[in-house]
């Protein structure tokens, strides 16, 4: 019985560049633990990840959870304030906080192309054990796979990631009341529009940064303060698509205010070169947060206290549903226009 | 200001066929909630998916929890004995009972390529839905991202999953004793071989379905009555290169006997004309556990109950370091060989 391994059909490693990931390094075998003792376990080391086993284990404090996850195929993988690492944490540790949680636990897994450079790799890695620090989460265990030339754009990350709620913390989207105060914790379009300029897609230079960063301390101060009704981020599909599924959840009507919107000047005039609404570009570090009237002032009080929150204002206001659309826009020329969920075609693998 | 759609850049999506999946399905707008809305949320049904949220809220009974995660670009995405959506579901819940943990919750989130069909992403959501419901976990949220054609190979799949351990539970390879029985739950190279025999790579026919199966049932049952040390499945790398870790990590010598490998015969063949090592080959539905030799007896009469466990029997126990080798195998000759991670680079996309 030969037991030789099998250089015959796939080349040895040996014959590739070694500043580049190779298929070998998905095999499961020592080329792929060494990828992942070089590179991936010194920049997110503690003590539930070097358990180095097929999961990780942890206590929970609190018996409320919320567990949310998404994969991230941004093009291109690094622009103006980020990089799909960033992108990777920042985007778990938001969706937990709209459910009110505490973020705790991350997974990190990635795939990856073959010839991906180790030096991207590492600047991403590094990019998520920024971004996993600055907002106090431990990322605890991963998976890495590497995919054929041409079967993935350099890299693909999905993480995943577990938080606390407390008890008196209840934010659903049936909570919303007719009165409610809309606001936004910050200026809108800059995280889609930085992606669009890094792609060359608009033909000028814009000065904009992607909106990208943890804002967990934040609403976790908001949280613990008022009592939020809801929240979500406006990611894909923007403010626009975000507010028409909260609309037909919560069966009401939002009515948003144009003069209060906080688009800044180089969103506004990038959208309108592209002939696209501002409404419909995503963000990654801004959240919609629905209080009750007599909370706006002391909510936007908290999120004024906090660099991502600076640019919080009220947006607009919850109604009884008074014709067919969900969601309505009062414009500068005093009359209203209907907001509708853009159809879907509009800026692919914006996040 | 125009507040038109971006069609004069992207195509419509009436423009592409209906039975496939278009970019604009990825966009965060109309098309996405309708795959979603259409594809995903009846085969997953559940109270907490349905929250529909940025994440998903559950309580927890115990507060010692196990988390995994596993991306899966197998290919082909379809082999006798199962697909990728089955490989999804089973991989992360057998990475949870290897942590000794009842798995619970998972979440899924799919990378898919423009122009995959419809049809066969039913086919693979109701796999998971189907292996999910025989494993008792609900897929309680996820995510769905559509990359350009090429960029993907038809769609990858990650999942994540959260269980409970009991506090009498404990699983590491710090318990790993000298003298401790290593047993085997399940034939040895079944999965690996079933998808080389799927991508035509054998040159002859094989009878042979890949063995992807959740052992939460089993497993379960054996952590419940029996003291397990430590448990791993011998997926990516196979047995050899998952022993080859474990040996290390407890600072113990492995030994095996050649005899005492269920390895089906088909394999064996395949093994032998391709010149591979079954021991590295890919194993989904099988788990290597170590238990002192006293429970091995009553840790095998449970395995034997279970369909997935009838083949379950000792192929080895631990040493004290003997030698340099960290796993050695008996073998038929009567001598010793030594078993070495595979390097990496043979059986790149198993799972």
New interface residues.
Partial sequence: ?????????????TTVSENKV????????????QLIKDIIYPAFENPILN???????????E???????????VNPLFFNGGNIGNLAINGTVN??C??G?TPR?L?????IEEGFSFEKLRHIVNAMKKSASESGVDI????T????R????GI?I?T???GT?KESVS???DRIKTDDVLIISGKIGEHGISILSARN?LGFDVDISSDTAPLNKMIGELVEKIDVHFM??P????VA?TLN?IAE?SGRQILLYEELLPIPEAV?NA??M????PL?V?NEGCILIFVSKEDEKKALDILHKYEAGKNACRIGEVRNVTSVANVIMHTYMDNY?VID??????????C
Avoid: W
């Avoid at 990611?235 to 923007?238: A, C, K």
């Fill in positions: 019985m030969k037991y030789n391994t099998m250089k015959a059909v796939y080349p040895s490693p190779q298929l070998a390094h998905g095999g499961g075998g020592k080329l792929m633990q358990q180095a086993h097929d999961g990780a284990v942890f206590n929970m404090t018996s409320k959870i919320a567990m949310t996850t998404d994969s991230f195929v969706d937990l709209c459910c949680a636990y997974t990190a897994s990635f795939i605890i265990t991963g998976d796979k590497v995919v054929q041409g079967l993935c754009d693909y999905n995943c990631g577990v709620i934010i659903s989207s897609e979500r981020d990611t894909r599909g923007g698509s599924e959840q506004n959208c309108e592209l002939g696209i609404d419909c995503a226009r969920h853009f159809s879907g075609e509009q800026l692919p693998r914006i």
